[in-house]
Each structure stands twice: as structure tokens, then as C-alpha cells.
């Protein structure tokens, strides 16, 4: 909300950490002062993609004392390591998920040619930032939005969340085919 930058610096970010499923091993894997960190997904590669808004931009909405940080995708090693920007939107991508063939969807949100809510579409990404591309709703009004988009097991098709703008991931569950 309005002043949340004055949260900087005084409130600690969301940071990624990995723990075993017996709750073994925790470990943190990032550490940055001021940039929040979320949504880990892991590659088949063995890397990390994650939300961040390391960016340090705003977004065109709101009011600029908002401080609606963009937030982009990154890639980090297993280890933690090696940390790599994987887009650069000028706008917000969010909620990567690895899929069955190797690739990163996430949703992402533009405002290029199109009303504020008809921006958050299913895109997809190799894990390393190369070929990105917009994969379903690119321009199709309902629904507003398509979050969490996943694999549908020994199948073409992908699974996700059809949802409102500016909402949590509440909704009809719809099946995309990228065919």
C-alpha cells in the first residue's frame, strides 16, 4: 500500500530457503538486504527460478508512493549460488513453475496494447532467460489472469488457475492446450 517503501531497510525481505520434507537441513539461499525473494521453483537442470523484485523499478499503476515494486523472474545454482537475471519486464512476471519439458511458465503482466485488466498472461521460459514467449491469452480478454500454470502428467496439456486482476490464486481450474 501507499508508503510500503518505507517498510526498506526496516522490516528484513522474503528471502529462499530449502529444507528436507523430515525437516532436515535447513538452509538459506538467499540473502539480499533490501530485495525480496519468492515463488522457487526448481529446473530439471537443477537450478532455482524464482520471483524477485531485485528490478528496482515501479510499476506504471498506482500511485508512485505505493511502491509496487516489478517484480522478475531470476535463476540461482542448487548451491545458492551463481545468481542470474532470466527476464527484464518492465511490467511483472510471477509464479514460475518448472514443466515436464524443461521449460519455465509464469505469468506475466504487461500493459503493452491492451486494457490494465487483460495483462496477465502464460508465458514460457527456458530456464537459462533464452526464448521466452507468450504461450496462451495474449490478447484475449477472459480470463483476467492465469496463474500457476503446471504440467498435466503423461499429457500435452497444461493446468492453471483462471483468476481475477489483483487477487490471490482463487478460482476455476482450466486446462490450456499450448497445441
Avoid at 515494486?69 to 537475471?85: E, K, M, P, Q, W
Avoid at 527456458?126 to 496463474?147: C, I, S, V, Y
Wanted: contains cysteine; glycine residues 8%.
Amino acid at each position: 500500500g501507499d508508503f510500503a517503501f518505507e517498510l526498506r531497510g526496516c522490516e528484513e525481505p522474503l528471502h529462499l530457503f530449502e529444507i528436507g520434507v523430515d525437516g532436515s537441513g535447513l538452509r538459506q539461499l538467499t540473502d539480499h538486504p533490501q530485495w525480496g525473494d519468492l515463488e522457487p521453483t526448481y529446473c530439471a537442470d537443477g537450478s532455482i527460478v524464482f520471483a524477485s523484485d531485485r528490478s528496482g523499478r515501479s510499476s506504471e499503476c498506482g500511485r508512485f508512493s505505493a511502491d509496487h515494486t516489478v517484480v522478475n523472474l531470476y535463476r540461482i545454482d542448487a548451491n545458492g549460488g551463481n545468481l542470474r537475471r532470466v527476464n527484464d519486464n518492465k511490467d511483472i512476471d510471477r509464479h514460475p513453475h518448472s514443466l515436464d519439458n524443461g521449460l519455465v511458465a509464469y505469468t506475466r503482466w504487461e500493459y503493452q496494447e491492451r486494457h490494465f485488466l487483460e495483462v496477465h498472461s502464460i508465458w514460457t521460459v527456458r530456464p537459462n532467460g533464452t526464448m521466452a514467449d507468450a504461450l496462451f491469452k495474449q490478447h484475449l480478454r477472459a480470463p483476467f489472469g492465469l496463474r500457476d500454470t503446471r504440467s498435466v502428467p503423461d499429457s500435452p496439456l497444461l493446468v492453471s488457475i483462471a483468476t481475477g486482476h489483483h487477487t490471490f490464486a482463487y478460482g476455476p481450474l482450466v486446462l490450456v492446450d499450448p497445441r
